[in-house]
């Protein structure tokens, strides 16, 4: 849905309309030079042709170390695969646990890539709702109480795209307690904004918690992180009974990843980091502004997100759903919005709101949009 909202906003832009589009989930920030000399390094000495279908040894050693510098996690090279993006990993895991006979659950709101592929598989897409009340966090218990003798696959989304929750590590400690309880249930831990963590706070991976390692995977990339979206690269952790079927999946899907942006990711994992750095804060400051600003407007309701770079505030008040709000907001505003529902039947009532955009149109944007209503 972001990209059909992008696609809207582009076509409305080429008519001479005026847009501030707060919509798509990707970083206003360009690629770190840095990144950016190293692709282009990679292309003058020549590495034109294919790759290992799980990725060029020296990147997927660079990921290693990068776990093991934030995570204390040993995890071997040969576990990993290298993808074009983070998609090829939720396809992969939901393709490998999804048939007539089997549930998933995922969380709901969240990426609509899981409800969209558990559908496809034929699986029954179980929602696990997470509430306002409680921002948006899983509460473990309506977790287990989901669980059933055909879940296979429970999917989690931490930091929470579309909603900015976060859960801290004494929280994804008790829900890793509870889920010991079903060895046989394979995790799938997105963890695409790991490091888009806000108040100081650290980020507490599923990959710290060896007694899960044998049913656990792992996605995470640069995408987010490094400003890497158009470079189309993501990693992964597979358990040892699974990492041969991915690779399999690997080598049929897309054979490799693009030799050239491995070599960037190398860099970017191992070169300098303050770029990256300052980037998070100020994504941190657009947070507090977007926060401020939401909840000065009678009519809509926000929590403080607490990671990644989206607000998902309430517009219930306004007497317009989700989707009603977001289509007014574009087509008679200019300020292009995701609607809640194109994340879950149970975010009607919600817009996602992306602050990765410039200070100045957050302001506006939000400014134009506190006066939408019935």
């Not at 030079?33 to 692709?39: F, K, L, R, S, T």
């Not at 990993?80 to 549930?103: A, C, R, V, W, Y």
């Not at 690779?247 to 070169?271: F, M, R």
């Amino acid at each position: 849905m972001a990209f059909a909202v992008l696609s809207r906003a582009n076509e409305l832009e080429s008519q001479g309309r005026k847009i501030i589009n707060l919509g798509i989930g990707q970083p206003d920030f360009a690629t770190p030079i840095n990144i950016v000399e190293a692709g282009i390094k990679a292309l003058k000495d020549g590495y034109h042709g294919y790759t290992p279908s799980n990725g060029i040894l020296e990147l997927r050693e660079a990921v290693s170390e990068n776990i093991f510098e934030s995570y204390k996690a040993q995890i071997n090279p040969e576990n990993i695969l290298i993808t074009p993006g983070g998609k090829p990993t939720i396809f992969f895991s939901i393709l490998m646990f999804g048939d007539n006979n089997s549930e998933i659950i995922y969380p709901d709101p969240g990426f609509p890539i899981y409800r969209s592929m558990i559908n496809f598989t034929g699986a029954k897409a179980v929602p696990l709702v997470l509430n306002e009340k409680n921002n948006f966090e899983i509460e473990i218990d309506k977790l287990i109480s989901l669980i059933t003798n055909k879940t296979s696959l429970i999917i989690i989304n931490n930091p929470n795209n579309p909603t900015g929750s976060f859960m801290d590590k004494e929280k994804i400690t008790k829900l890793i307690d509870k889920l010991n309880e079903f060895p046989n249930i394979a995790i799938l831990s997105d963890e695409i904004y790991s490091k888009i963590i806000f108040d100081q706070k650290k980020m507490p991976s599923f990959l710290e918690y060896e007694s899960i390692r044998d049913r656990l995977i792992v996605l995470d990339g640069w995408s987010k992180t490094f400003c890497m979206t158009g470079w189309r690269l993501g990693w992964s952790v597979w358990p040892q009974s699974l990492i041969k079927h991915a690779n399999k999946l690997c080598t049929n899907d897309h054979s490799c990843p693009t030799s050239v942006s491995q070599y960037a990711g190398i860099e970017a994992l191992k070169g300098p980091q303050e770029e990256i750095n300052k980037i998070v804060i100020e994504f941190e400051k657009r947070r507090n502004l977007i926060y401020q600003k939401l909840n000065s407007i009678d009519n809509i309701s926000c929590f403080k997100p607490g990671g990644t770079f989206y607000s998902f505030p309430n517009i219930s008040k306004t007497g317009l759903n989700g989707q009603e709000f977001s289509t007014k907001a574009l087509e008679e505003h200019g300020v292009a919005l995701v609607s809640g529902t194109s994340f879950g039947l149970s975010a009607k009532d919600f817009v996602r709101i992306s602050y990765a955009n410039s200070i100045e149109n957050i302001e506006k944007g939000i400014d134009i949009i506190s006066q939408i209503n019935n």
